[in-house]
């Protein structure tokens, strides 16, 4: 049996893992730490998080079903459960259960509350409902202000006002707060967007640049990559090679979503459809 400080180690390298996007790796070693404990809600919750991944829907959700059984109500399973929800087109069963992971997080979690909020938003800015998201991606700013998440959301909102200055600024400045790639992608599109071509050109250069430093990493995310050289570069040839490596080693919908488009860039229209 493992020793509660070798189980410890075991979590934070599962946690990494994930944050690196070796997901394939994070998934082996929660499995390797639900196999011992079959009881730890945590340890579900990164089977969970890898699983959904690497496209293994029905194992991501009977990992976060086990969750709410363990712990009913519980915060992280609640959270988890509505990204399922989602990501399966309820979108009123998800910001169900996002509401209950709100009203059961204490006011003096203010960050959580924050992340919360901006979830709630991002669900009602795919249902179409502007008002509703603006004003959610208002409340997390208000409940955390200068928060990163906050900022990213209300900047989608305001792209979808076609408030395009707007969203620009709010880019720009959470950039410069914490410079991430696709951050900077997302500030190209809204400067293209707000017709100053010349700083989108920049901002797409230093995109492609520091997308490609990162792409030979495993099981990285290259999706926002894939979309540059299909909607902005016009090197579908590029696409197809980055949207084939990232398909060799996950299969979620998001994955196979890109495949498809930079197949049918490339015109095979039967394997993309």
């Given at each position: 049996p493992y020793t509660t400080l070798f189980r410890s180690g075991l979590k934070v390298e599962a946690w990494l893992q994930l944050g690196r996007h070796e997901f394939t790796q994070a998934l082996a070693t929660a499995t390797r730490l639900n196999q011992t404990a079959p009881d730890d809600v945590e340890v579900y919750?990164?089977?969970?998080?890898?699983?959904?991944?690497?496209?293994?829907?029905?194992?991501?959700?009977?990992?976060a079903q086990w969750m709410l059984d363990i712990r009913p109500g519980n915060v992280p399973g609640l959270v988890r459960a509505a990204y399922l929800r989602e990501l399966h087109g309820n979108l009123g069963g998800s910001l169900e259960l996002l509401q209950m992971a709100y009203d059961s997080t204490p006011l003096s979690e203010t960050e959580d509350r924050a992340w919360l909020l901006t979830q709630m938003a991002h669900l009602q800015l795919v249902n179409g409902d502007l008002p509703k998201a603006d004003s959610c991606a208002a409340a997390a700013l208000t409940a955390f202000p200068d928060y990163p998440a906050g900022i990213d959301t209300q900047a989608q909102v305001r792209l979808a006002q076609a408030r395009y200055p707007d969203a620009v600024t709010l880019l720009r400045r959470r950039y410069e707060a914490a410079p991430r790639t696709e951050v900077l992608y997302n500030l190209a599109e809204a400067q293209e967007l707000a017709g100053r071509r010349e700083d989108a050109q920049e901002s797409f250069r230093e995109f492609e640049h520091q997308?490609?430093?990162?792409?030979?990493?495993?099981?990285?995310?290259?999706?926002?990559?894939?979309?540059?050289?299909?909607?902005?570069?016009?090197?579908?040839?590029?696409?197809?090679?980055?949207?084939?490596?990232?398909v060799a080693h996950r299969q979620d919908v998001f994955t196979l979503d890109s495949y498809a488009w930079a197949l049918a860039a490339n015109g095979d229209y039967q394997a993309a459809g």
């Open positions: 919750g990164y089977l969970v998080d890898a699983n959904i991944e690497l496209g293994n829907y029905q194992d991501a959700v009977t990992a997308a490609l430093a990162q792409s030979a990493l495993a099981d990285n995310a290259n999706h926002q990559l894939v979309s540059y050289y299909l909607d902005h570069a016009g090197e579908p040839v590029k696409a197809l090679e980055i949207a084939r490596r990232e």
